[in-house]
């Protein structure tokens, strides 16, 4: 059985030609008696292949070698190689970092106002109709080798990221980033490791992916107030809007509480801070479903 394992202090790190760190530790096991090498990796005290160095993060562990040492068989020496250029050559597929590519996109979107925030309706506050942009943006493409179809694979289809994300050093808000396609490959043998990879391609649009409307309607909000005694009772109705005195043809601009928003003063002057209004009222729909992207490799 094994009675000791021990770090000895000869253990050693350099910095090569390539600016990368070579690490070797050694780890020196008591025995009390003859024990096979797979007792020796198998014992929780010694470092695994594939595993970090203890006190240096970016190393990992590429290779565990165990050698007897002194006479009766009760003396090993186990050499642990590290190293920091591991990210190509790693031989655990599963340990690969994601490959993430990246290309422009533009998205044809319906656009409620201009870079200046002026709503796009005419100066009587009439709504100017299919005004279309490209709207810029990017498309993340993670590719990441996976030991399985992952847990959240079904809840992730077609949804946007419910808070904000880190994308391969770059930071996005919540709701800008959409996953519009996913593939899994089958399965596949690297080094007697069996992995799929998968595949995500990540949309991103700087004004987002759910669904903005402008408020409007045929029909506005009224108050009634009716005082009867020290009893006083406000009434909300609906009421037809009337334009020119006949009723609207067309859907009008509405404020948050649903009452028309006049553009111009009965003697036909711009009204201060309508265009605000419009904005303030823009309706929000949440039209795809929200996921948490931290689930994801996306480093």
């Known amino acids: 059985m094994i009675t000791q394992v021990k770090r000895i202090p000869q253990a ?133 080798n996976v030991d399985g179809m992952p847990a959240w694979y079904g809840a992730s289809r077609n949804a946007v990221n419910q808070h904000g994300v880190w994308i391969d050093g770059s930071y996005y808000e919540a709701g800008l980033c959409r996953i519009k396609s996913r593939q899994l490959s089958g399965w596949k043998t690297e080094n007697d490791i069996s992995y799929r990879t998968l595949t995500l391609e990540i949309h991103i649009r700087e004004i987002g992916w759910q669904s903005a409307m402008l408020n409007r309607g045929f029909y506005e909000l009224v108050s009634t107030t009716e005082t009867e005694g020290e009893t006083t009772t406000t009434t909300v109705s609906r009421k037809r809007i009337l334009v020119d005195g006949r009723p609207a043809v067309e859907p009008q601009l509405l404020d948050v509480d649903g009452k028309v928003i006049e553009f111009l003063d009965s003697e036909g002057n711009p009204v201060e801070g309508a265009h605000q209004k419009v904005i303030e009222a823009v309706r929000h729909f949440r039209v795809r479903p929200t996921f948490d992207f931290s689930q994801l490799p996306l480093t």
Request: glycine share 8%; charged share 25%.
């Open 12 to 144: 050693s790190g350099d910095w090569g030609e390539d600016g990368h760190l070579q690490i070797t530790d050694v780890y020196r096991v008591h025995t009390s008696g003859r024990v096979d090498v797979l007792d020796i990796l198998s014992d929780s005290r010694i470092p695994k292949r594939y595993t970090f160095h203890p006190d240096v993060d970016a190393a990992l562990c590429m290779r565990v070698a165990p050698t007897r040492t002194g006479r009766g068989n009760r003396l090993w020496d186990v050499t642990c190689s590290y190293t920091t250029d591991w990210r190509n050559n790693i031989e655990n597929p599963l340990l690969r970092p994601a490959d993430i590519t990246w290309r422009d996109a533009e998205h044809l979107v319906g656009a409620l106002y201009d870079l200046d925030g002026q709503p796009f309706v005419s100066t009587s506050g009439e709504l100017l109709e299919d005004v279309q942009l490209e709207s810029p943006g990017e498309i993340a493409t993670i590719v990441k």
